[in-house]
């Protein structure tokens, strides 16, 4: 009675003391203890770390920036595997774009799978929009695929004794893929699928005897797993160095340690041959070649005299028949070449879109610095082109809730901007923006407009047109149009005193126009 007395008395006195005391300091100490852990925590480091610091390396090498992405994740469809891979897709792009800066990852919570709500968002500028999407799942998981058991033993009047050995495999597997964020189709080319072989075994023994009246008996049991989440985590770096190899048309090949002459990579690039269009094709040929300072002709898709030649001073140097044409040959060579190499994203990729009009206001960069400066990028021995063009042509018509997709590469460095006039005569830049503040542009480079994560969806029916201004230094921009914020009205008439005003300041600029039909 007087223990339950003074219990009660003590807890009621030491209200404000830390638990451990409270209830007996040396058994909260020895608890406490008990509960730490032994063995010290390690970085998480896997077979594919070095393969992804690679990647970083290639995108950094052939000017891959600022591509859009997000992911919900990838779920497990078969029920059996719980792991947070939201957190390692996030964990392995980040280990993939710390120096070059390739993927910008968007965070998106949302219930299940469901983007749209993301993409369908109008007006929201505070926050980058992803272009693309990194989907996939576990899709196959099976327990004790194959199941091995060897066992022997040997029994005496006084002794017995007994092994046992136990070994099975688990198969689990993983599909990946990217897809376009607006529209939600899946880009065939990216899609990969890759399968792990889990070991688990164990061995035993186990004997007895008698000695006299005494029994003796004794067992031993080694067991060994591989574990699920170390699995999974391993596909999924695997599965992203792939799938982004792929999306972006680098050499990723080369940060698994083999060549464009494995048969299977040599298959995969004869598959991204096979289904390219012709226009696409040369496009590549000539945008590889002039990030490589070897050509300096129009990027436009078109094989000309200046191309041919090129093409077969390249073959001649790469130990391939000199003679001009495009082939798969030529293709594969310039794939694994990576020598001062600028390419660009493959334009079998289609842009995703979601922001009505112009009339949204977005935070824009600082102004431009008046003043002409003769920039490092002027070359006097190749002239200076812009290939600037649609999804749909050089007259693209869209209907209204469609978004807009062009692409602007120059053929050597410089700078650029480009402006939107939409139905009802408002102009307002869209390229260089608060996502993309930079105007220059790297030769061969491909650089998406509207860039940057921003979207531009067309919401009404009439007549619109875009206009690039580029040149080979830096281009000053007129004192009217410093300091508009992107995506908000300019104070002139149309486009065309844009383009005017540019031209008075930068005599030496090129400009390009496409003229856009909106339909109801």
Known sequence: MSSKKTFYGFLLAAPFLPA???????????????????????????????????????????????????????????????????????????????KS????????HAGGDDLANLFAAKGDMARKLPDYYVRGSITQMDDNSVRKNKGAGISLPFLDFGYSKDESYDVISMDMSVGDAATRKILPITSTSNTMVLVKGGRAGEGGGRLGKLGLSFNVDLSRSEGVGAATRTLIELGLIETMGKFTQVPYWRCLDTSITNPLIREQAREWYDTAKDKDRVLFIQRKLAGMNRYGGPLDGFVNEGLRNTVAEYQAQAGLVADGAINFDLYASLLDDTQNVLAAVPPTAPQAASIPGVSSAVKAPPPAVAGAVQSQFASASVPFRMSFESDRGARPAYRVGE???????????????????????????????????????????????PSGGF?????????????????????VVPSSLRGARDLTPLPVRSLDEVVSQFKQSNPAAVTSFIDITVTP
């Open 20 to 98: 451990s005391i409270a209830y007996g300091g040396d058994v909260g100490a020895e608890a406490a203890a008990s509960a730490s852990p032994k063995t010290p925590a390690i970085k998480t480091v896997t077979n594919f770390s070095q393969a992804l610091r690679c990647m970083d390396d290639l995108f950094l090498a052939f000017g891959k920036q600022g591509i859009v992405i997000t992911s919900a994740g990838i779920p497990d469809e078969t029920g059996k595997v719980r792991t947070g891979t939201k957190e390692m897709v996030i964990t392995a792009i980040a280990k993939m774009t710390t």
């Open 101 to 108: 800066n390739a993927l910008e990852f968007i965070d998106f």
């Open 403 to 449: 978004y807009l997709n062009m692409v602007l590469s120059l053929n050597g460095h410089g700078t650029a901007y480009c402006y939107y006039e939409d139905a009802t005569r408002n102009t307002a830049r869209i390229f260089p923006n608060q996502f993309h503040p930079d105007a220059s542009v790297n030769a061969g480079a491909i650089t998406r407009l």
């Open 455 to 475: 979207k531009i969806r067309f919401d009404r029916a009439g007549r619109e047109r875009v206009a690039c201004i580029g040149a080979d230094r830096e281009l």
